[in-house]
């Protein structure tokens, strides 16, 4: 059902301003005329259709922007920071003892204007209706995922909505965390190899071509360490669009490759076997296992069913096909522990703590221990990789400019000892 956001006025003459669920703009213009509101203005989404005073919206359908508008208009996203500050917030209002309708309008009334109080307005419509929050939540599956939705279900029917929304909340402030971590750690190496990368190609094409046309000129046996930067330096001169779309067409295949089952899985199996990199992945995938299925299994949520939502976050299709065939087993009276360790694809520390938690009853703290271990881990290894990064990058275009100045000055002291 689409939400439109309406200005308007009352009996009394004032302006008022809101959002409404309603199937069509019609129809809340009569749900805001039986609430005394008489609207001027009706906004779905991002397209408008105004009402004005002996007005009529035209276009193909009535009360719909027109088509072309529609493909033009750019949907909002709504980030994880946003959606897990919206979750402490509605957390605090339910812990304080408010009806759920009471606290989604308080929450409405703390958003900003946006996409997440357009959201947030037709979940409380369809909680006004009958349906349950976790219910009203999956109807937006871009925002709320699977694991927010589950935890929410097992919050309504234990009674403990407010303590599972604030686990909810601590849990995607350490996904957004751990993002912006691994994001701060990529972003200067990329950097400097993009910037690194650009200037050596205008110095190897544009520059180095004027300095050694010198040297063909003389007609002498050059060194080798020349001629390779003389012919480096003819052939991105001449093929450089040859790379440049070979590089996009490479780029657009292996997408198209890894959007296929056996591509992703042949892609992520080279991803994990990636020297530094591939290891910092698998840490970072276990970590999200453990700790999404502690705080699965500690909202209530049955092992089976935890294992079938936590198998779409590690992000990786290997390690998805791992979970898979471990929940199978379970499925067949096994425990936890056995098929991970079978499948090869977790460390023998993770599957130990697992099979000690199983066997004490303590698999929630276990797993909870596991993924904080995994996280100092790749703090450390991350903190050694950003220190280690910016010298190695240092060293290597300083090789590549020492071997353009190397091969330039060969040839120039060599002509200087013939004129002498």
Do not use: C
Request: glycine share 8%.
């Amino acid at each position: 059902m689409p939400v439109y956001e309406y200005k308007g006025l009352t009996t009394e003459g004032r302006d008022i301003s809101g959002i409404i669920d309603a199937d069509s703009p019609k129809t809340a213009r009569a749900k805001l005329r039986q609430s005394g509101i008489y609207p001027t203005d009706v906004v779905e989404g991002a397209g408008e259709v105004s009402y004005g005073a002996g007005s009529s919206a035209q276009s193909d359908r009535p009360g719909r922007p027109l088509p072309w508008l529609s493909r033009l208009r750019v949907a909002e996203r709504v980030g994880m920071m946003e959606v897990s500050l919206m979750t402490r917030h509605l957390a605090t209002l339910t812990g304080a003892k408010l009806p759920l309708m009471e606290a989604l309008s308080a929450l409405m009334d703390q958003l900003e204007k946006g996409e997440l109080k357009r959201i947030v307005a037709g979940v409380r419509e369809r909680v006004k209706e009958g349906s349950s929050l976790a219910v009203a939540l999956a109807q937006y599956p871009s925002v709320f995922s699977e694991i927010y939705i589950n935890m929410v279900r097992a919050g309504e029917a234990s009674g403990t909505l407010d303590g599972m929304l604030l686990r909810l909340a601590d849990y995607l402030e350490y996904q957004v965390k751990l993002r912006n971590q691994l994001i701060a750690t990529l972003t200067y190496p990329v950097f400097m190899v993009i910037i690194g990368g650009l200037i050596l190609f205008g110095l190897v094409t544009f520059i180095v071509p004027k300095i050694t046309l010198i040297f063909e000129e003389v007609h002498q046996v050059l060194p080798w360490p020349t001629v390779v930067l003389i012919a480096v330096s003819h052939f991105l001169n001449d093929f450089w669009w040859i790379i440049l779309l070979a590089g996009v067409l490479g780029m657009f295949a292996l997408q198209q490759y890894i959007k296929t089952p056996a591509g992703r899985i042949q892609y992520d199996r080279f991803l994990l076997r990636t020297p530094i990199m591939g290891r910092v992945t698998l840490m970072v995938a276990i970590s999200r296992f453990t700790r999404t299925l502690s705080t699965l299994l500690t909202s209530g949520v049955p092992l089976l069913q935890a294992l079938d939502v936590v198998r779409n976050v590690v992000q990786n299709a290997v390690l998805a096909e791992a979970i898979d065939r471990a929940r199978q087993n379970i499925g067949e009276g096994q425990s936890l522990a056995e098929p991970l360790k079978k499948s090869g694809m977790f460390p023998p520390l993770v599957t130990h703590m697992i099979a000690v938690g199983e066997k004490s009853g303590e698999l929630e703290p276990m797993l909870v221990k596991v993924s904080e271990a995994y996280d100092n881990e790749v703090e450390a290894i991350i903190g050694t990789l950003t220190a280690l990064l910016t010298p190695v990058m240092i060293l290597v275009m300083g090789a590549i400019i020492g071997f353009i100045v190397m091969a330039i000055l060969l040839p120039i002291f060599e002509l200087s000892q013939i004129v002498r």
